[in-house]
């Protein structure tokens, strides 16, 4: 059974810094690249940073780049999220999945909420 699990989220304020945690089983997750997902308010989900499977490549969507590190660690079947200089625009609810075609499961996500 697939179970993607996500934590880490909470009120920060702009400026502030997070980081995102999601533990994963019911599959090799070595073996998948994984994204890190985001849907705000009365918008669509959106990749926002995937890795490769070994960790060594990665690509940040154009609105965070700059502010966030995708990491993981296969030994601990976690993939993270280190969000810094976080704005407001930045509230979401946050996922992770492996970015495979076809890979239908999602977590519940964890929601990031920028407070003035």
């Known amino acids: 059974q697939v179970q993607l699990v996500e934590s880490g989220g909470g009120l920060v304020q702009p400026g502030g810094s997070l980081r995102l945690s999601c533990a994963v089983s019911?599959?090799?997750?070595?073996?998948?690249?994984m994204g890190w997902y985001r849907q705000a308010p009365g918008k669509k989900r959106e990749l926002v940073a995937d890795?490769?499977?070994?960790?060594?490549?990665?690509s940040y969507g154009d609105s965070v780049k700059g502010r966030v590190t995708i990491s993981r660690d296969n030994a601990k079947n976690t993939v993270y999220l280190e969000m810094n200089s976080l704005k407001l625009e930045n509230t979401a609810v946050y996922y992770c999945?492996?970015?495979?075609?076809?890979?239908?499961?999602w977590g519940q996500g964890t929601q990031v909420t920028g407070s003035s």
């Open positions: 999945k492996p970015t495979r075609r076809g890979f239908s499961s």
């Open positions: 019911g599959f090799t997750f070595s073996s998948y690249a």
């Open positions: 890795i490769s499977t070994a960790g060594d490549v990665r």
